[in-house]
């Protein structure tokens, strides 16, 4: 039997109606930005496997950094313990992040690191005796799968079942030149009720990459910071150097109050999460009623051997030669953009830092469910190259060590699917 027969006998895949899918294809080795199938098909892998590679697969030096953490201490207990990794990873990511970010709680992904995130702010106001449980929320969020990062999604197709059980979240637009002053005064009419902001900087990832700008994000965290309300940025997608910065809230003045990370924190080689927050938020629990503990852990919290590989992600990380490589890869993605503009099957093209979006014309049909998404995906895939259309809006975000050769392959044939589909 082969192994995708297998397969279907024993396992149920995310994100996929087992009913209709295609069998999954074996990839048994993975090699910079390629992986390989079981049959030696090569794919260039254009979305780093969902959003998480940065420095290519099986990379040699966090191949080794974890096989020597794994001979050393591959696990302890977090409450009460602690270990160098954890230390030092703390260490060294805050150094990095706004000044203001003072302390790191760990957990396992990135619908965990936004768990976390909002029970410490509606904790802190309810440790300091204050009833503020409404959060804001951007319309067409995508903050996790849990019950918690679900709530403060937008409500969609993914979370039908489940709607009545969500609790309430205000959700208000995208902000830009004309909404600003009518989403301020939105927010000043509820600041008593609101406990935090939560947002996605830049980018809308699981939106279709939907991309707003700096500026107004800005505007809309000092205003909430006047008004008292805290500010979770949440970074899961747009960490480690996708905007072209180290981080997306660098584009912006206003340090949020919390940050959440995962997906490029390992380099996409192990499952980890990390919520950041202030002194402020961090001094809001400390007490001698130990009500006031933030009750929040998971098994695996600080995994030695995820510290590990975060660690080794984190030196190739700082190396000048991944800037270089993401700035090679922003020019690249601006001179494609520039050339398929115009094209009659382009409706539209959005860039920001390493992440390039074209929106394919569809008439009147744009449903996530329907037809072309699955015509591109198919498309591409039958050229080696996987990319994994958001509905009618094809994607590249590679891993920063893709080669010219690789980047051209990729334009060339979105712009041969362009004459073609
Ligand atoms: C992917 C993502 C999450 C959820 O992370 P998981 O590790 O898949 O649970 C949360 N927020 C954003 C912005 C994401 O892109």
Redesign the pocket.
Known sequence: MSLADRDLKVIWHPYTQMKTAQPPIPIVRGEGTCLYAEDGTKYIDAISS???NIHGHSHPYIAKKIAEQLTVLEHVIFAGFTHPGAVELAERLLALLPNNQAKAFYSD??????EVAIKMCLQYWHNKGEERTKIIAFKN??????FG?MSVSGRSAFTAAFDSLLFEVEFIDLPDAENIETLKSQISDLKSQISSFIF?PLV???AGMVMYEAKYLDELMAHCRAEGIMLIA?????GFGRTGKSFACEHVATQPDIM?F??GLTGGTM?F?LTTCTQEIYDAFLSDDKMKTLFHGHSYTANPIACAAALASLDLFVDPSTQQNIDRIIAKHQIFAESVEGHRSIRSTRQTGTILALEWETGNNTSYFSGLRDKLYHYFLDRGIILRPLGNIIYILPPYCITDTELDYIYATIGQALDEI
């Open positions: 969902w959003w998480v992904n990135g619908s965990t690191a936004v969020a995508y903050h996790g799968d849990t990062a996605e809308q990832g699981s949440d970074e899961v997608f747009t959440c995962s997906k499952a999460g």
